[in-house]
């Protein structure tokens, strides 16, 4: 075989390869340009844009902890506070047919007390949980709904603060005596005439649920602040990221 017929097929192939390479690279590029808002090849980097995310979801993380800790921060707030579940609403009702009223209303009280305690507690389990995002999720969430990111921190962190949050319920719990009130609240409905089922649900796995509920909840309502309202960027990283998204 031939020098010339050997070169040539090589030659043509690293072309190809080349241009392969160029083309997916200027895709690429364009990609990263159109997601940052970029038309001049200055837009963030992809450090800035996920420094920027992680900033925002720390600052909503902290300003909900910070809300949802303070006393009424659930019990006042009707979008979350803890209110008997399902299950137990016919509990609730008989009760205060019956005129127990008051220990229904205290068992709500130590619930939400509960909440408020373990927001305190698990904040920074909540901020630490917020490691690292791939490329991909960071220009999702930077173009993404105005919860995009509250969003991607449920998905991602949901199982691992539910473990951290229940033994700090439990806790709380006990120290607010909400078991020791619940524990009365269904003795009491248990011993009323043509009570055939006994309801046991469980407190603590409960007021976790809702707890997570309330703090992404409240995730959500910091996140659209800061994506809508140029003065709750109170860094300079977030007035960078959101400020060039064309948020």
């Given amino acids: 075989m031939s020098m010339k017929r050997i070169v040539l097929p090589l030659l ?25 808002g970029s038309t001049t090849g200055t837009g963030l980097s992809t450090d800035e844009i996920i420094a920027g995310l992680k900033d925002a979801l720390s600052v909503g993380a902290t300003n909900s902890a910070t809300k949802l800790s303070a006393v009424d921060g659930f019990f006042a707030n009707a979008a979350i506070k803890v209110l008997m ?8 009702t008989a ?29 920074p389990i909540f901020v630490n ?13 930077l173009k993404g709904s105005d919860t995009a990111a509250t969003g991607y921190l449920r998905g991602k962190t949901t199982a ?9 319920i ?12 619940w524990k009365t609240v269904f003795d009491a409905y248990n011993k009323l005439p043509l009570v055939k089922n006994k309801i046991n649900p469980d407190l603590a796995g409960y007021v976790t649920e809702k707890s997570l509920g309330g703090m992404f ?19 300079d990283i977030l007035k960078k990221v959101f400020g060039n998204s064309g948020s």
């Fill in 85 to 92: 579940p399902p299950e137990a609403q016919k509990v609730e």
């Fill in 12 to 36: 043509l192939l690293t072309s190809v390869a080349s241009f392969a390479q160029s083309s997916l690279l200027k895709k690429a590029s364009s990609v990263l340009s159109k997601a940052t």
């Fill in 129 to 141: 949980a917020i490691k690292s995002m791939s490329i991909s999720d960071a220009l999702g969430i």
């Fill in 160 to 168: 691992a603060l539910t473990t951290a949050f229940r033994p700090i």
């Fill in 95 to 123: 009760l205060r047919a019956a005129g127990m009223g008051k220990l229904v209303d205290n068992a709500i009280l130590s619930m939400n007390r509960a909440a408020e305690d373990a927001s305190k507690s698990a904040a």
């Fill in 170 to 181: 439990d806790t709380a719990l006990q120290k607010t005596s909400a078991t020791s009130y």
């Fill in 217 to 235: 909840f409240q995730v959500a309502q910091e996140e659209q602040k800061i994506r809508k309202d140029p003065a709750a960027r109170v860094t």
